[in-house]
Structure formats: structure tokens, C-alpha cells
């Protein structure tokens, strides 16, 4: 549309100068005519005073004021003038034409007109003076048609560029809403509401569809394919490692047997934690995947509920209603399983699970009023500085298992010392595209 309105622009001008050249050429010309007609007139009477014989053809030039004017002078100021003078004399400048050569200047004219005057030098025979001869004419009308066309013309190019703008808007509008439904279809795949892309494109985005799609459904496998080999290879080792376990409890209460079943241990739960980190890295980032905090914590809530009900803790939950996070529910629920688990098993009476948003982040907090952790270890295990097989009961694997799986999502666990006396758990996790940004809270 700026180069349109820039070229109409520069035509407008063009087209006008063009136009006015033209006019002014004409003007001009009819202006020399009326001179040519005036000398062929102009002579000198007995007493050698400059006279005109008979009047010109054109009778605006018998019109007082009619805007068509001429005037000869000599030298002398010897002086004669067209009755539509008048009164008035031609205001000619201060000029010396060569013999013959026509010279244009523009006047202030009687009544304030605007005229534009040729004059030309000559030398009559028998006349001792060199002769001025001067015709004039009012430009008025010549300016009226000069801006009577550059109106057409203005108008002219602005209903063309108006009809053109809205030729390309319509243009525009039909190649882009094929792009615009493809838009809205791959938000309905990275917001969990689909699983491919629908819909008739054109043969130009076809095969971008078609390979977004086969993209989208090559993930999916790779995750699927990812997920049943690590439960495989789990099944797979569970069944050795309880057979040695099994052989251990065989052997008694030995050095060797204990040795036996603390290793088979160290070794389930590494195998473990490389298992669910290894879901989580094929599974973050896939598009569509989505769960709700409020409805994890919940579930992982009510089972702990079950599995602690002799110890009468508290278990307070304080939750934005929505909040939808960019995480797989299986890990989700292992790490909040894990960060649920630790803090009952060390709290003396209280639990305590908030969830905020905050931007494009939703933060969990778990605290608990029981002894906490060394601030130097907490800051290694947040590190993953310090060997997980270290931590007293398990609690430094089910930690790392949690930073792990967080890190894989794009979020981290922080840990600090609570308000209630204990451990303070911090989980930053992604939100989702499809969470609703709202702040009504939901306590249990």
C-alpha cells in the first residue's frame, strides 16, 4: 500500500505538470497569435504617432477589464492601449528584448488579476522609435482547469489505490486464513486438545502439514517405545534382584546376606531413579502434555492419608484452582509422591503443600515441622553434588529422583528451611499453554 501510494503520488505530479506544460504551450501560442495580429497593425499617423489600424478580431480586447489586454510603446513613453484597459496601463518590467525575441513575464493585471504578458521588439519602417508591443492575458481560467484536472486526477488515484488496497487486504485475507486455522490447530496440539493436525490446506502448506504431523506421531512413538522398554528392563531386573534378596533372607543373618540385601537395595532404587528419569527426558517438551497440580496433590494426598493414618499428622493444602502444569502425570506424581513421603515421615505433627503461579511458573512449596536437613546438604543435593546412596533412609534419592525429573521439565527443586521448624521443598514447574491464570485458592 506505500508503494502504491507513493506511485500514485509521483503519476499525480507527473500527470499535472504534463498537463499544465501542455496548457501553458497553448496559452502561449494563442497569446503569440493575438501578438502577430496587433504588429501586423501597428503604424504611425501623418503627425508620426503610433496608432493601430482597425481593432483586433478577438472582442475581449473591446470588453473593459475582460482579461484579454495589449499595449505598444515607444521609447518616449509614446503610448497606445486596448480599450479593455481601460484605465490601466500593463505594468511591463524593465526589459530589452533583442529584435524579435519574444520575452514572458507575469503581471498584476487590473482588479487584482493575475496576468501573464509576451512582448516583443520591433522597428517599423519610417519610425524613428524602437517599438514595444505587449499582449496580456488573465490566467484565471487556466489555473481553474489546471486545478479542476488535478482534482479528477487526485480523485481518480485514490478510488484506484482505495480499490487496490482492498483487492491485496482480500488477497492477503484469503492466503492468510489457511495459515490462521493451521495456527489454531497447532495450539489445540501444544495445548494438550489434539493429537494431530486437521483440516484441508492448500497444496502449498499440505506438506508442511503432513510432515508436522508425521513429526507429532514419531514422537509419540518414541515416547510410547521409551516407556515400555524402561518397564520392561524394570520387570526385567525386579525379578533377579528379588530372587536375591529372597537368597539372602536364605543365607541368615550373616555379614554376606546383609551385604547382599543392602546392595539389591542400592541397586533397585538407582534403578529406579535412572527409569524415571529417563520417562521424563523422552516426555518433556512433547507437545499436548498437561496435568493439573490441585488433582495430583490430591490423589498423592489421599493415598498418604491411608499409609500414615497411625501417625494423626495434618496435612494442610493450600492450591490455585486451576493450575495446569507442562508435565507427564506419572512424574508428577513421583515427585510429588517422593516430596509428600519424605516430609511424613519426618514430620512430628504438620505437613503443609502450597501452590502458586507466578508469570510462567507454578511453584510448590512442602513443608514439614520435623528436624530439616543441614543447610550444607541441602544445597548439595539441590547441586547434585552429593552421592544420593549417602542420605540417611532413602530421603536423598527420593530428592534426587525429583530434581532430576524436575531439571528434565525445565523446572529445579530448591530446598531451604521452613517455617514450621522443618524442610521446606521447593518445586518450579512449567505451566502449561492451556492453564487458566487464576487465583482462587483451594485448601483441604
Given at each position: 500500500m506505500l508503494v502504491c501510494a507513493l506511485t500514485f503520488g509521483v503519476a499525480d505530479a507527473l500527470l499535472v505538470h504534463l498537463f499544465r506544460s501542455e496548457i501553458e504551450r497553448r496559452f502561449d501560442a494563442e497569446l503569440s497569435a493575438h501578438l502577430d495580429q496587433l504588429l501586423g497593425r501597428v503604424g504611425q499617423d501623418s503627425s508620426g504617432a503610433l496608432v493601430i489600424a482597425g481593432v483586433l478580431a478577438d472582442p475581449?480586447?473591446?470588453?473593459?477589464?475582460?482579461?484579454?489586454?495589449?499595449?505598444?510603446?515607444?521609447?518616449?513613453?509614446?503610448?497606445?492601449?486596448?480599450?479593455?484597459?481601460?484605465?490601466?496601463?500593463?505594468?511591463?518590467?524593465?526589459?530589452?528584448?533583442?529584435?524579435?525575441e519574444v520575452h514572458r513575464h507575469k503581471l498584476a493585471g487590473p482588479n487584482s488579476q493575475q496576468l501573464v504578458a509576451i512582448e516583443r521588439r520591433v522597428t517599423l519602417?519610417?519610425?524613428?522609435?524602437?517599438?514595444?508591443?505587449?499582449?496580456?492575458?488573465?490566467?484565471?481560467?487556466?489555473?481553474?482547469?489546471?486545478?479542476?484536472?488535478?482534482?479528477?486526477?487526485?480523485?481518480?488515484?485514490?478510488?484506484?489505490?482505495?480499490?487496490l488496497s482492498i483487492l491485496v487486504a482480500g488477497q492477503v485475507w484469503m492466503v492468510f486464513r489457511p495459515l490462521a486455522r493451521l495456527h489454531a490447530q497447532v495450539m489445540a496440539v501444544r495445548g494438550g486438545r489434539s493429537g494431530r493436525i486437521d483440516g484441508a490446506f492448500?497444496?502449498?502448506?499440505?506438506?508442511?502439514?503432513?510432515?508436522?504431523?508425521?513429526?507429532?506421531?514419531?514422537?509419540?512413538?518414541v515416547?510410547?517405545?521409551?516407556?515400555?522398554?524402561?518397564?520392561?528392563?524394570?520387570?526385567?531386573?525386579?525379578?533377579?534382584?528379588?530372587?536375591?534378596?529372597?537368597?539372602a533372607d536364605a543365607l541368615g543373618g550373616g555379614e554376606a546376606s546383609e551385604t547382599v540385601r543392602t546392595q539389591a537395595a542400592a541397586i533397585r532404587r538407582q534403578v529406579d531413579h535412572a527409569l524415571a528419569r529417563a520417562r521424563a527426558?523422552?516426555?518433556?517438551?512433547?507437545?499436548?502434555?498437561?496435568?493439573?497440580?490441585?488433582?495430583?496433590?490430591?490423589?498423592?494426598?489421599?493415598?498418604?492419608?491411608?499409609?500414615?493414618?497411625?501417625?494423626?499428622?495434618?496435612?494442610?493444602?493450600?492450591?490455585?484452582?486451576?493450575?495446569?502444569?507442562?508435565?507427564?502425570?506419572?512424574?508428577?506424581?513421583?515427585?510429588?509422591?517422593?516430596?509428600?513421603?519424605?516430609?511424613?515421615?519426618?514430620?512430628?505433627?504438620?505437613?503443609?503443600?502450597?501452590?502458586?503461579?507466578?508469570?510462567?511458573?507454578?511453584?510448590l512449596t512442602i513443608e514439614d515441622d520435623g528436624p530439616g536437613m543441614a543447610p550444607a546438604a541441602a544445597q548439595e543435593i539441590g547441586r547434585g553434588a552429593l552421592p544420593l546412596d549417602r542420605s540417611r533412609g532413602g530421603v536423598g534419592l527420593g530428592l534426587g529422583i525429583v530434581r532430576d525429573l524436575a531439571r528434565a521439565y525445565k523446572g529445579?527443586?530448591?530446598?531451604?528451611?521452613?517455617?514450621?521448624?522443618?524442610?521446606?521443598?521447593?518445586?518450579?514447574?512449567?505451566?502449561a499453554t492451556t492453564a487458566i491464570d487464576q487465583t482462587k485458592p483451594l485448601r483441604t
Open positions: 475581449r480586447f473591446q470588453q473593459p477589464y475582460s482579461g484579454f489586454y495589449w499595449q505598444v510603446e515607444d521609447q518616449t513613453g509614446n503610448r497606445i492601449r486596448s480599450r479593455s484597459l481601460w484605465d490601466s496601463v500593463l505594468p511591463l518590467p524593465v526589459d530589452a528584448p533583442a529584435d524579435g519602417p519610417g519610425y524613428s522609435q524602437i517599438v514595444r508591443a505587449a499582449i496580456a492575458a488573465d490566467v484565471a481560467d487556466l489555473e481553474k482547469s489546471i486545478a479542476s484536472f488535478s482534482y479528477v486526477l487526485l480523485v481518480t488515484f485514490t478510488a484506484v489505490g482505495v480499490g492448500p497444496s502449498e502448506v499440505a506438506p508442511l502439514v503432513e510432515d508436522m504431523n508425521a513429526l507429532l506421531a514419531h514422537s509419540r512413538e515416547v510410547e517405545r521409551g516407556r515400555v522398554q524402561a518397564g520392561n528392563l524394570a520387570h526385567g531386573l525386579k525379578t533377579p534382584l528379588a530372587i536375591l534378596a529372597n537368597a527426558v523422552a516426555a518433556a517438551g512433547l507437545p499436548g502434555i498437561h496435568c493439573d497440580v490441585a488433582d495430583r496433590v490430591f490423589e498423592v494426598m489421599r493415598a498418604l492419608e491411608t499409609l500414615y493414618r497411625d501417625r494423626n499428622l495434618d496435612l494442610d493444602a493450600t492450591l490455585v484452582q486451576p493450575t495446569e502444569v507442562a508435565v507427564d502425570i506419572q512424574d508428577i506424581d513421583e515427585m510429588l509422591g517422593n516430596l509428600l513421603d519424605n516430609a511424613c515421615r519426618f514430620a512430628h505433627r504438620k505437613v503443609r503443600i502450597a501452590a502458586v503461579r507466578e508469570a510462567a511458573s507454578c511453584i529445579e527443586l530448591r530446598l531451604d528451611r521452613s517455617s514450621l521448624g522443618g524442610l521446606a521443598a521447593i518445586l518450579v514447574l512449567p505451566v
